[in-house]
């Protein structure tokens, strides 16, 4: 059986978490939080979380997990068949990584967790959110989903990385990264309409206020 390391706050634990859910596989979960212990890099080489325990071995790196995960497990396809349409989807969620999710997150200790973030990273990161957006915009279909008519691990990455980015948006910079964007404005709603990823979302919120309060005591 497929054991998924990681806890319910992590976008990248939920995504692994997702890909694993509506591909119905056979999975448990052990929550665990980054680590530089040495047992525990013997898991994750670099200490983070997400990370997948298999019969072979562990597997770090959300993208290789989720390529992992859509390779060995049957269910519903997560990459088209297509070999074009599936570098595609690939190239759209790397763009989503690369321009959206990284951006926001250099963000995240003034928003989050108390903390403050010098102003020329404050800068690049709403100049980079900004062109991330519009690079999406140019490259996804959103017809409904990012790459077309079906759900791809391109929209993993969209729903686990836009609500966190639009978070920094609103707060950091006073602007609405999907506010003229109503095709990405329902695919999220859409999204959220998925029972599993209902299901995620309750396990994040039950776990949100304790993660919370743990980061700002680092912080003192």
């Excluded at 670099?46 to 770090?60: A, N």
């Excluded at 964007?181 to 959220?192: K, M, S, V």
């Amino acid at each position: 059986m497929l054991r998924l390391h990681g806890f319910a706050v992590s976008n990248y634990f939920n995504m692994a978490k997702l890909a694993l859910l509506e591909k119905g596989a056979d999975f448990e979960i052990n929550t665990v939080h980054s680590s530089q212990d040495a047992e525990f890099l013997a898991k994750s080489p670099r200490g983070k979380v997400p990370f997948l325990e298999t019969e072979q071995g562990f597997i770090s790196e959300t993208n290789v997990i989720l390529e992992y995960i859509e390779e060995t497990q049957g269910g519903k396809a997560l990459l088209p068949s297509d070999p074009f349409a599936r570098a595609t989807v690939r190239a759209l969620a790397k763009e989503v990584e690369l321009y959206i999710e990284l951006p926001a997150r250099s963000c995240y200790p003034e928003v989050f967790f108390g903390g403050k973030v010098e102003q020329s990273v404050k800068d690049k990161a709403k100049a980079d959110l900004q062109a991330g957006v519009a690079t999406l915009r140019r490259h996804g279909s959103f017809a409904p989903y990012v790459a077309g008519s079906e759900m791809t691990i391109a929209d993993i990455l969209f729903l686990y990385s836009i609500d966190l980015a639009q978070i920094v948006g609103k707060k950091l910079f006073g602007i609405d990264l999907l506010g003229d964007w109503p095709e990405a404005q329902a695919l999220l709603e859409l999204l959220n309409q998925n029972p599993h990823v209902q299901s995620i979302a309750a396990d994040k919120n039950a776990e949100m206020a304790a993660f919370i309060a743990a980061m700002a005591g680092q912080r003192k």
